[in-house]
């Protein structure tokens, strides 16, 4: 689907878009909460939160996210972290698995946007 025909469907439809997006990307395992999605005509914001678990299976905290998908790009910010935030996102690795894990749904996504 080339831009020209996204930007005409989003002007028709967006809620498709919306939903298509929302069915793939990924809940569990981590990601407890409910997506909040954004189409705008050049970009999908998708806001969540990771519920991180501590060594004894309890859960720690949890950490607002967001991934911002364009057509040719994929990012993943954390948001409103404070410092024992920022420690937990460091310690456990969570920034290039949330990346690995969003360019693997991620294509899936960007072909709908594109």
């Not at 911002?68 to 993943?76: A, E, F, G, P």
Request: some cysteine.
């Amino acid at each position: 689907m080339e831009k020209k025909q996204f930007k005409e469907i989003l002007k028709r439809d967006p809620d498709l878009v919306e939903r298509l997006v929302l069915s793939y990307l990924p809940h569990g395992s981590g990601i407890d909460y409910d997506w909040e999605i954004e189409v705008k005509p050049d970009r999908v914001v998708c806001d969540n939160a990771w519920h991180l678990m501590d060594e004894y299976g309890y859960y720690d905290c949890v950490l607002p996210f967001r991934v911002t998908i364009y057509h040719d790009d994929i990012r993943v910010r954390f948001r409103d972290l404070n410092s024992y935030g920022h420690r937990k996102v460091r310690e456990s690795y969570l920034r290039p698995y949330l990346e690995e894990l969003f360019w693997e749904h991620g294509s899936r996504i960007l072909d709908v946007i594109e």
